[in-house]
Antibody, heavy 114, light 106 residues
Framework: EVQVVESGGGLVQPGGSLRLSCEASGFTFNNHWMDWVRQAPGKGLEWVANINQDGSQTYYVDSVKGRFTISRDNAKSSLFLQMNSLRAEDTALYFC???????WGQGTMVTVSS | DIQMTQSPSSLSASVGDRVTITCRASQGMRSELLWFQQRPGKAPQRLIYDASTLQSGVASRFSGSGSGTDFTLTISSLQPEDSATYYCLQYNRYPRTFGQGTKVEI
């Protein structure tokens, strides 16, 4: 079965850091771009970042540039999102997706609050 | 950034109705547009890619059209399971940008 499963979310204070992980299975991970998309509670979807097959190209939405870093480990079929200097407005459900899907994971919730 | 404007923001329709959702881009692009369906509490599901190509496994009542700045998602005969929020996304340029969503109620 082709799937991705996110983990690593949680409650963090403003200014803190969190690292999200996404484990892929059922497809050749290193053949695909991978994306992170987020959704704040009750709001629409926002594209966050993506990375190419070998990790040499990365792109970000302006609001996270310089704070978030997307990376991957092809040997482990895993995608990561290192999030630093977190703000309240980063509170959202974070989805991992293969080239904007399918598949999409069920998401991991990040809450930034004191 | 390319701004994507969806309309309407919400609609109510009956089973069997034909429903059309539009997405307008702030600048011209070719056909680099996706349509997604998101049911409550679920992850988004891609319905259409390249503006008009139906994703494998998606019901044939869904169709997409358009190029340039104006794009359309059509549901030819609305079904109860189509109650969801629909989003467009452009992948012509970075950053990728979503429309604000259209909530379809039945």
């Amino acid at each position: 079965e082709v799937q991705v499963v996110e983990s690593g979310g949680g409650l963090v204070q403003p200014g803190g850091s969190l690292r999200l992980s996404c484990e892929a299975s059922g497809f050749t991970f290193n053949n695909h771009w991978m994306d992170w998309v987020r959704q704040a509670p009750g709001k629409g979807l926002e594209w966050v970042a993506n990375i190419n097959q070998d990790g040499s190209q990365t792109y970000y939405v302006d609001s996270v540039k310089g704070r978030f870093t997307i990376s991957r480990d092809n040997a482990k079929s895993s995608l990561f999102l290192q999030m630093n200097s977190l703000r309240a407005e980063d509170t959202a459900l974070y989805f991992c997706t293969r080239e904007l899907g399918p598949p999409w994971g069920q998401g991991t919730m990040v809450t930034v609050s004191s | 950034d390319i701004q994507m404007t969806q309309s309407p923001s919400s609609l109510s329709a009956s089973v069997g109705d034909r429903v059309t959702i539009t997405c307008r881009a702030s600048q011209g692009m070719r056909s680099e547009l996706l349509w997604f369906q998101q049911r409550p509490g679920k992850a988004p599901q891609r319905l259409i890619y390249d503006a008009s190509t139906l994703q494998s496994g998606v019901a044939s009542r869904f169709s997409g059209s358009g190029s340039g700045t104006d794009f359309t998602l059509t549901i030819s005969s609305l079904q109860p399971e189509d109650s969801a929020t629909y989003y467009c996304l452009q992948y012509n340029r970075y950053p990728r940008t979503f429309g604000q969503g259209t909530k379809v109620e039945i």
